[in-house]
Every structure is written in structure tokens, then in C-alpha cells.
């Protein structure tokens, strides 16, 4: 039997606006999209997971940008994954990306989860317009279903 030990979401832009749109930097650097605390609660540091789920709309600008997407937990990335964003010059093209990561064996306390994006691809623009949502769930094993 598995338990729910803690949920938390955030979702920073709530719609697509592309009057405010977030320049995606590129790499090394990044932007910072959202962030959220998972506390595991004593008893709970092993046989443990944490379903991570982040929606990001995009938009390219010019050319077609490969946006890197991470999630890290505490300063560490656990998790990446990559987007192609192409831009049209006769009309705005917006995408929405979904990923989820699973981080597993998480050790007790209170953890720091961001999801970040950045271009990978020189002399191209990507920006974030929006919605931005970001989700965790931690989930444990029952004590007793190991005995």
C-alpha cells in the first residue's frame, strides 16, 4: 500500500500571454520557470518517490531553438529533457511542453525543486509566454507492507 506524504504545485503564469513573454537565455545560462518545497517526513527516507510533472508554453522567435529543460533538486539536477521551438515569420507559433521526471529514495527533510530552461542553439530566440505550471508528489510504502 503506498501513502501520500506531501503535494505541492505552483503555477506562476496562469495563460498564454504573449505581450510579457520571458527570453529563454542560452546556455549556460538559464531562467528559473518554477520552484516548489517536497518535505519527506521521518520514517519515509526510504522506498520513497517523487512524481514531478512541469507544463512550460514557449514561443520561437527566430530560427528553431532546442530548449533544455531541468529539473533539480536542492542545486543538483536529477532530470533533463529537450524541445524543438521553431518560429514563423507570418504568425506566432506557441507550444506547450509537458515532462515528468520520478526522483526515488529521497531522503527526509524539506527539498527544493526547480525547473529551469535554456537555448541550446547559437544565433536563434525562444521565449516562455506561458501557462507555467509545476507539480510534485511524494508517495512511500507502508511500513508494514515490507514485513
Not at 520514517?43 to 531541468?70: C, D, M, P, W, Y
Not at 527544493?112 to 537555448?119: D, G, K, M
Amino acid at each position: 500500500m503506498v501513502r501520500i506524504i506531501d503535494y505541492q504545485a505552483t503555477e506562476p503564469i496562469r495563460r498564454v500571454n504573449n505581450n510579457n513573454p520571458i527570453a529563454i537565455p542560452h546556455s549556460s545560462r538559464r531562467v528559473v520557470l518554477a520552484s516548489i518545497n517536497i518535505t519527506i517526513p521521518r520514517g519515509f527516507s526510504n522506498q520513497n518517490h517523487v512524481e514531478l510533472i512541469a507544463t512550460v508554453g514557449v514561443r520561437g522567435i527566430s530560427g528553431t531553438s532546442q530548449i533544455l529543460f531541468k529539473i533539480f533538486r536542492d542545486g543538483t539536477e536529477i532530470f533533463r529533457t529537450q524541445e524543438g521551438v521553431e518560429s514563423d515569420p507570418e504568425s506566432e507559433v506557441n507550444y506547450i511542453v509537458t515532462f515528468q521526471g520520478i526522483d526515488t529514495n529521497v531522503r527526509q527533510g524539506t527539498h527544493l525543486y526547480r525547473v529551469t530552461a535554456e537555448n541550446i542553439t547559437d544565433g536563434t530566440e525562444a521565449a516562455v509566454v506561458g501557462p507555467i505550471s509545476f507539480s510534485g508528489l511524494a508517495i512511500a510504502r507502508d511500513e508494514w507492507d515490507d514485513k
